[in-house]
């Protein structure tokens, strides 16, 4: 098999998948008025593959010489690191500031499996490793999309897996064994596109004790298994096809769906953990490591997108130059800046795994510009709200503005600044609603990891010692640890008589 065509990907996904949308079992996902936009949105990966202005970007060769997507290889340097970088966004800005989603996700779920497989075979002697290599193989060789699941639906936040009540299956988990392989039962929830892909990676979200052991559980599946359900979320856009009122919506539907697990078989080669609870939280934690450089990449296309935005409105209602605006401006393009600046320099101090040689970004640097991007969401989207006025919540759709009786009438009293069409006007405040929407301010907030998890991170990375040992010194308290400050030379004054 080679790099597919968007059509071969298409087609690919009529596959008998229970997938429901709004009420109803969807027979064919790539007919449905809404799923379509989903399948054009994932499909974008394969226009791009076969774009050979993209080639030497997109494409990469394995060891068997075979021609694969490069983002389905393992990255082994800061080059792969900036090279995936450039990918990503490049997928972001097509997609207008969402990344392209058929494997974006999924890779690094597969990495993180790369990396913790060997942990566990090098412990228990296991094989997943083997297991790991060839199923990369297949999704290289097939050139399939991959989704990730890894949000259990959880239950009670408070109670560890196996403690849920009033059922135990809010976390996934190995209900039997045969010789031949697992079954498993729960529900994972937000899998976005997982109802518009070929297979699925399934990892623990969360680091088990040994009464969890049923729930340490990782494997590959396809999508279209027997006993899998996807219940998909309802589409931002209300009417396909309108890119008028729904500009962002309309072409990038993520669907992030519930996918539930009832009694599927995963077949022994297809099983990356089962029941090695002590390395299950490594799975969250890698994952969360590699999925970083994806995030931060498409949100730094993204804050292009809406600082453009912010910009354009100024400019169409004539406030520009005015001081509180530029002061908006200029704190919109530092925030749009800094995600960029880091997300870069995160790659530039990449870390190497040394149990498998991947790289990942430095993650230090890596969640401080996830939290700095998350974290700052609401006060851009306020600024950008701000500046374009309320027209953002009141304008009328497009079947108004199509109609020729009301179009004279919203071209007249529409307008903005004289030489600005009306029209453009209207699409920048419709860019800016579908841009700012609720579902945005969540995602931003919690995809790829919620506030406290990065605040977690940075706090169980940091060199406290390095701090302390600074005050200590400037305070004159003996007993500096860090070799940094224990080792500056004295002032003159303590040295040399004078
Ligand atoms: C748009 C979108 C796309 C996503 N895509 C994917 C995907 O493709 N694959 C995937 O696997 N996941 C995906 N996610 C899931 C994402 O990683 C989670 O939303 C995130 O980890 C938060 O989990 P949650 O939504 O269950 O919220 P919760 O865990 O319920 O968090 C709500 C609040 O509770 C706090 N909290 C939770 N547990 C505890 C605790 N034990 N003690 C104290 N405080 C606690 C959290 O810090 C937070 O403040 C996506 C999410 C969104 C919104």
């Known amino acids: 098999m080679a790099i597919k065509t968007p059509l071969e990907y298409i087609n690919s996904l009529k596959d008998g998948r229970v997938v429901y949308y709004g009420g109803e079992l969807v027979k064919d996902i790539t007919k449905h008025p809404f799923l379509r936009i989903n399948v054009d949105w994932l499909a974008m990966d394969y226009v791009l593959e076969n774009d050979p202005k993209y080639k030497k970007l997109i494409l990469d060769k394995n060891e068997d010489g075979e021609t694969v997507p490069f983002i389905l290889s393992a990255q082994r340097s800061k080059q792969d690191l900036l090279r995936l970088r450039d990918l990503v966004k490049l997928m972001a800005r097509v997609c207008y500031g969402k990344p392209s989603g058929a494997k974006f996700v999924g890779k690094d779920g597969l990495n993180a499996v790369t990396v913790v497989s060997q942990r566990v075979d090098k412990k228990y002697g296991t094989s997943y490793v083997k297991n790991v290599e060839a199923y990369r193989?297949?999704?290289?060789?097939n050139d399939l999309s991959l989704a990730l699941a890894m949000t259990d639906v959880k239950g009670d936040r408070g109670l560890r897996p196996s403690k849920q009540q009033p059922h135990q299956d809010y976390y996934v988990h190995i209900v039997k064994e045969t010789k031949d392989g697992i079954i498993v039962r729960g529900a994972k929830t937000h899998i976005s596109q997982s109802p518009a892909c070929n297979e699925m990676i399934v990892v623990p979200c969360r680091a088990m004790k040994e009464d969890d052991k049923d729930y340490a559980v990782s494997f590959g599946v396809p999508c279209n298994a027997k006993g899998i359900t996807f219940i998909s979320t309802e589409c931002e856009a209300r009417e396909p096809g309108n890119y008028f009122d729904y500009p962002i919506s309309g072409s990038s539907f993520i669907n992030d769906a519930l996918v539930v697990f009832d009694d599927v078989f995963i077949p022994n080669e297809r099983i990356f953990l089962k029941k090695e609870w002590e390395l299950a939280g490594d799975i969250a934690y890698m994952f969360g490591n590699f999925h970083r450089l994806s995030a931060e990449t498409y949100k730094?296309?993204?804050?292009?997108?809406?600082?453009?935005?912010?910009?354009?409105?100024?400019?169409?209602?004539?406030?520009?130059?005015?001081?509180?605006?530029?002061?908006?401006?200029?704190?919109?393009?530092?925030?749009?800046?800094?995600?960029?600046?880091?997300?870069?320099?995160a790659c530039e101090h990449c870390v190497t795994e040394p149990d498998s040689n991947l790289v990942y970004p430095n993650p230090m640097i890596a969640n401080i510009c996830k939290l700095h991007f998350a974290d700052n969401w609401h006060q851009a989207t306020k600024y950008v709200q701000d500046i374009a006025g309320g027209i953002v919540v009141t304008a009328p759709s497009f079947k108004d503005w199509s109609n020729p009786k009301e179009r004279p009438l919203m071209e007249k009293y529409f307008g903005g600044k004289a030489g600005v069409p009306t029209e453009d006007r209207l699409k920048m405040v419709k860019l800016i609603k579908d841009e700012t929407s609720p579902y945005e301010d969540v995602l931003t907030i919690h995809a790829e990891g919620s506030l406290a998890a990065q605040k977690m991170s940075i706090l169980g990375l940091a060199d406290f010692e390095r701090y302390k040992s600074a005050a200590k010194r400037a305070a004159r308290i003996k007993d500096i640890k860090d070799p940094i400050y224990r080792e500056l030379p004295e002032f003159p004054s303590k040295t040399y008589k004078y």
């Open 300 to 345: 730094a296309a993204e804050l292009e997108m809406v600082t453009g935005a912010a910009i354009l409105m100024a400019e169409y209602n004539g406030i520009d130059k005015a001081s509180h605006v530029q002061e908006k401006l200029s704190w919109l393009i530092q925030y749009a800046e800094t995600v960029e600046v880091l997300g870069r320099a």
């Open 137 to 141: 193989k297949y999704l290289q060789t």
